[in-house]
């Protein structure tokens, strides 16, 4: 089927699937008159039961912690086929790029970016632990933490460049990290059930409200979820930059080849 | 203003529809993809906004005040994070077939079949 | 008047959207991404959901457009290694 054809297929299967989506749409409630029940039962519940003050934490690593347990191991795989997928390129040919082509790709960074950069890395840093230890307090948790803490990974390597970022944090660093944060969350709830009580109950003391070692083991949940969503971006930063180090190894060899 | 939530959704999505159909490029296909999953997260939200209700978050607040809905936002918070490495895997996998195939183009993959 | 702001951001998160299809240039939507992200952290903002608009901002702003680089990157190494193996073919 020609292209043309194929768009005027999809515009009208198009027109066809938005007005049923928009009539089925019409049967909620209008925005802003949310009427469920469960919203308002749990705001009014999960502050004196798990001594939090941020409820959208509550229903994440309590409430609906199984929920959250297999959205991070969807994380976690998708780091494993990133991994799988790009690391079979470790056994392949390191073909010499030409010299012009190797000079662009060793195009220095500039300094006004590296040194902005390099100011950044701490407070990047210390935000995200921050948001990741007060997730049960204030907005933030380990997800959103964990993604800040990536992103300071990523300004270590703009300020520093690849051998940089590999000294601060080695490969198998990486995936050990990620992995200790995947299987905490399992074994933070599997301590729930070894305890007697249910799988990722609360067995920790709550603490009073409001303060940071209060929630049993949200804190620990958030703390183990940070390191793993901070630890699978590093590995699929790492592999996404790996061949740029390999080709530039060997023309670095090259030429001190040439020079000696 | 008490649809138009609910039509923007519908709109991002069949949007990102047509960019993932006609699109010529393997990378551009899979963030027109991200843009459908926006779709979903401002569909979510839409549903658990209450008026004039402040966030649920208890800080100094009473605790009768009406707030918007913590569950749908749970869901989206964890669905953000974890879409960004799906996002990753997709363009791993377009980086491969790439690297396999020579071209980017959806419409030359096809044709290389069999 | 959070009514108005809702709605505005409504309608330029909708010709963000479009604007992210319309950039064939993988290039140029890393650019077009971020600023999409950051209407929709907004849009989150003004729907009272703090903690969605966190995580909504860092992914859509900071990290989709570092992998869309890294990817076209990548591209461009095949490319060139490619160009460079035929070229010493014969």
């Known amino acids: ?260 | 203003m008490s649809f138009f939530p609910y039509i923007i959704a519908a709109w991002l999505f069949v949007v990102g529809l047509y960019g993932i159909i006609t699109s010529r490029n393997l990378i551009h296909l899979v963030i027109c993809l991200s843009v459908v999953q926006s779709s979903t997260y401002v569909l979510l939200l839409a549903v658990g906004y209450r008026a004039g209700a402040v966030p649920p978050v208890f800080v100094n607040i009473p605790l009768g005040t009406p707030a918007v809905d913590p569950v749908v936002q749970a869901l989206t918070l964890t669905d953000v994070v974890v879409e960004a490495t799906v996002t990753a895997l997709l363009l791993a996998l377009a980086v491969q077939a790439q690297k396999r195939f020579g071209t980017l183009d959806p419409e030359q993959l096809r044709s290389m079949q069999g | 008047m959070l009514e108005f702001v809702q709605a505005g951001l409504l309608a330029l998160v909708a010709l963000g959207g479009l604007g992210v299809v319309l950039t064939r240039d993988p290039l140029r939507q890393a650019v077009v991404v971020s600023v999409y992200g950051l209407l929709l952290a907004l849009l989150f903002f003004t729907f009272q959901a703090p903690d969605v608009a966190l995580s909504a901002l860092v992914i859509g702003a900071v990290i989709l457009p570092l992998m869309i680089l890294l990817a076209l990157a990548k591209v461009r190494g095949h490319e060139i290694v490619r160009q460079h193996a035929e070229e010493q073919e014969p």
């Open chain 1, 1 to 260: 089927m020609s292209v043309p054809a194929r768009r005027l297929v999809f515009l009208v299967a198009a027109a066809g699937f938005a007005a049923l989506f928009l009539w089925g749409l019409a049967g909620l409630p209008s925005f802003g008159n949310y009427q469920g029940p469960y919203g308002d039962i749990l705001n009014r519940v999960a502050v004196p039961q798990r001594h939090v003050t941020d409820v959208v934490a509550a229903v994440n690593f309590d409430y609906r912690g199984v929920d959250t347990i297999g959205e991070e191991f969807i994380l976690f795989v998708s780091v494993a086929g990133v991994a799988a997928l790009l690391r079979t390129e470790r056994a392949e040919i390191d073909v010499e790029p030409p010299e012009d082509e190797r000079a662009i790709r060793r195009a220095e960074t500039s300094d006004a970016v590296r040194a902005f950069c390099f100011a950044l890395i701490a407070p990047t840093i210390v935000l995200g632990w921050d948001i990741v230890a007060h997730g049960h307090l204030t907005p933030g948790g380990g997800f959103q933490g964990g993604a800040i803490l990536a992103s300071g990974l990523v300004l270590i390597y703009l300020a520093g460049g690849y051998k940089t970022l590999r000294a601060v944090s080695p490969e198998e660093g990486a995936d050990v990290a990620e992995a200790i944060g995947a299987g905490g969350f399992v074994v933070i709830g599997l301590a729930g059930l070894i305890a007697g009580a249910a799988f990722l109950q609360d067995i920790i003391p709550l603490g009073p409200v409001g303060l940071l070692y209060s929630a049993g083991t949200i804190p620990l949940i958030n703390l183990s979820v940070g390191i793993e969503v901070a630890g699978g971006f590093l590995v699929i930063l790492s592999e996404f930059l790996r061949q740029a180090l390999q080709v530039r190894a060997q023309a670095d060899a090259r030429k001190d080849q040439e020079q000696a």
